[in-house]
């Protein structure tokens, strides 16, 4: 999946900016050739150069709630390069 709502898939921000919508988070993601994942929430915009799936993140009453997206494309092509022939956990998943 590219997006999901209600979730926060960043542990450590990579780079933080203001982007009005998710879109925009989006395409800064795009611009960013190691993106791999981002969150939107509010005016900002969460970046990470890795990937993991993160947590369920419901907004707080009255305020903006998160929206998660990957890059899907890029995820697809590192683990097309990678000739891994079973899973190896470099940092756990919570």
Known sequence: MDKREDW???EEVTRRLDA???EDCRD???VDRFCYQFTHHGATCDLAH?????RTRP?????DKFVAGWHMGRINKFIANK???TAHWVKSNP
């Open 8 to 10: 926060n898939n960043i």
């Open 83 to 85: 000739k891994c022939k």
């Open 59 to 63: 907004a707080e009453k009255g305020k």
């Open 28 to 30: 800064a993601c795009e």
């Open 20 to 22: 009005a919508t998710f």
């Open 50 to 54: 890795y990937f993991r799936v993160g």
